[in-house]
């Protein structure tokens, strides 16, 4: 199988949005598991990073903790982690794909800080039924939508003063 182009990872970003539907067990399997170090490094440095993270900023941490592994290493076993559901991947507002170990498994939304990360799931059952009737009045089925929030927690708010 060849390797994901590093700095591409149109992969993740589709799998983060068929989350929850059907499609995503449809087209995430056979899937060949790379349990090297080098991801469970990367897993582990997600994990214990609590909100959306870039592949760049998650690699200066593990470079500042002495670790060796490459910036593509860590983008591949991101966007890995991503595609196999253990992790969150949304576009930032600068257009940055950011990732994020999760709790859930099943469809939610987030409400992220654009400054430190911080990030809430939510479950938002308005958009769900939007979503549908939205769909059904146009006549379209097997919606899917990726909806997240962005703003400032009442940290970054205080820290701004
Ligand atoms: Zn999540
Ligand atoms: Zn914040
Ligand atoms: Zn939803």
């Not at 067990?25 to 469970?40: D, G, L």
């Not at 490459?70 to 990732?99: C, H, K, M, Q, W």
Request: proline residues 2%; negative net charge.
């Amino acid at each position: 199988m060849p390797d994901q182009q590093v700095g591409q990872p149109k992969n993740a970003h589709a799998a983060h949005a068929l989350r929850g539907s059907r499609a995503e067990q449809a087209t995430a399997q056979p899937k060949v598991k790379r349990n090297t170090w080098q991801r469970e490094a990367v897993r582990a440095a997600l994990v214990e990073h609590r909100g959306f993270v870039s592949a760049r900023e998650l690699h200066e941490r593990l470079c500042g903790q002495g670790s060796t592994i490459g910036l593509a290493t860590v983008y591949r076993a991101v966007s890995d982690l991503a595609e196999s559901g253990e992790a969150d991947v949304i576009v930032s507002p600068d257009g940055e794909n950011i990732f994020r170990f999760c709790g859930t498994h099943h469809h939610h939304h987030h409400l992220i800080c654009r400054s430190c990360g911080a990030t809430r799931e939510l479950e938002a059952s308005v958009v769900e039924d939007w979503a549908r009737t939205v769909g059904a009045e146009h006549g379209f089925a097997e919606i899917d939508h990726v909806v997240d929030l962005f703003g400032l927690c009442e940290k970054c708010q205080v820290a701004r003063g």
